[in-house]
């Protein structure tokens, strides 16, 4: 008994140091596991043959506008009208929204942080219309706000399910996809712009473990109006027409994809209302008969789908750092054959990136 | 013999009639505050008067002095009278804005017992308009979820004030006629319980989408129990036709103007929380309020066991 208590204070200070040494070294492995597995990914998932460089050549806000009070703080969201080449940027940290033009350069901001009409808190995702429509969803209020492309609000309604994406078509009609567990919901629900229930579109995937967010899907549209509906995290992607009925439902050909859906599949988990899964597919954009899907992980990519989904292009940027985040993106061709990729990057910078498909392309 | 029993049965409930609240009024007092400047009570009709009682041995009281310092008394929207027992401690703790407090350091205790404070503690009183006791809190209530809610509920809209969920629990509702007025249409006898929701925003992930779910469901159950849902005035008619097609809500849902604030969201986030989004009033058929519950999903399963206990007459 005297030899264990002569000895206690030893075992106490080496139970001490083990644990110390133990969860350094457990540190430090998340930081080189997180490293090592990236690189695995970098190898097990190699850009496909023919894939196509793309190179940085710009972003906004610049240092300069940051110096003059114009900087992101948390915008993770963007909208572009091709008609009058506007960017929308909302940020959810300051509670407004941006426009630019295409060079960067601020033409006004819209609203501050309340619950007025063009008050927000927290905007999240936001959609240009055809018609010029400029959709907020403003999350903190509960509602989408309508506002014409001049940033003149123009009416609001309140919304009661936790909308996952939305688009907007030409006829006023929105197109959107909500959250939920029940699966007797419709994929897409078409609202009116007083977010009136018309219809449902599309039925619900059903996977070997529930969560509520299986179902959430990007929208988009084609040159036809036939509607895309790209699953978040599953290597599905279905078209329905204008009536709502299915044109096709594809996987997706891509390796990450298919690999990551597989995965998500076998071990997606909802506890304590969090999902845990993985997630390759940013975000979803449309242009003509064209599909682009935004990847960030292991490598920033766009990858360029035809209207059948069949893989045209692929483009990656070979310099992408280890933590690129992304969440939304659009496309600009100018009149030459040149490619502009704008990427609002979230982490580590908050800014939008400009790439181009040629080397110095400005 | 039957008439003894009877008067012996009246003596028996006659503290309870002795305890009734009676309405307590802000005591008539004329004195000097420590800086020379005279304080009569009897000419702070139309002001809102805060009145707080400050010991040596409470400082920290002194630095919850300047919140209300920041958020009330710099731009005059209450007249504020603080007792100290130490001057010394008080203004060496206070800092630089004095100027606006009415100080008094005479005759703490007398006053404290004018004020009807326990010798035991401390406590902060706001009196109204007409110098009628608003509220009486002791000095641990919390100031960003209970002082400041409730002392902008007496400035932004009165109607806020009832919105709290402190101080009219057991009071009828016929005292908040500009919060209750359409239950005036309801025929309360019919009843056994009312059940009345308040909303500012609604989602179905969110705590007033569970509520609304419950409510939803005990609808379909118990035909004695009247269930109502009122949301606030910027919800516009057609939010409010979505919001029963959308959670198929078969109950009433009505929009107040009146009811309820124009801006709450405004005024939290400018002014701190006052309970105001997703409150249940639980009320019998004689009208009185029997219990309040809050927003959070805590709140909700007090709630659901609440009522549980009342279907089975417990």
Known sequence: MFKLIYKLPLIILLTFFYLLAFSNTNQTMTESQKLSEWKAWLSKYPVPKGAKRIFPVSYFPTENQENQGIYFYKAYHLAYYLENKAIFVSDWGQHKIFQFDLNGNLIKTIGKKGQAPSEFEYPGELFVGDNGLLLILDEGNHRFQIFSYKGDFITSFKIYKPYFSYYLKKDNLLFANNTTLNNQEPLIEVLDLNGKFIKGIGERAHFPIDTPVNN???????????????????????????????????????????DVSRQNKKNIQFMDGKVSCLNVIRAVYSKNDNHYLLLTYPRLAILEFDSEFSLKNYYYWPDTPVSYYAFDFFIENDNTSTIKFYILQTFDKNRLEIFSSKEGGK | MKIFRVLCGLFTLLPIFLSAEKPFFLPSIREFTFDGKVIDTKSLKGKLVYVQFINSKSQDQISLLKNIYNDFIIEHTIFPIIFVDNLNIFLSNLGNFPNQLYIIDANYVTYKSLFLVPPCCEARLLFDKDSKLLFKLSEFNDYEQVIRPLINSRLYNLNLFSSSRFGIEGHSIFEFPWLFGFINNIELKSFRLIVISFHTNICLSCPSGMIIKYLNELKNKANDIYIASIVSSDFKASDIENLKQHLNINYNVFRDDGYLPKNPVEIISKNGRSYLGNLIYVINNSGIIMKIFCCSSYYIDELIAYITKFQEGL
């Open chain 1, 216 to 258: 959430n899907v990007y929208i988009s549209q084609d040159k036809k109006g036939n509607l895309i509906a790209v699953f978040a995290y599953f290597d599905i992607v279905r078209k329905y027409d204008m009536n709502g009925k299915l044109l096709y439902e594809k996987l997706i050909a891509d390796n990450l994809i298919r």
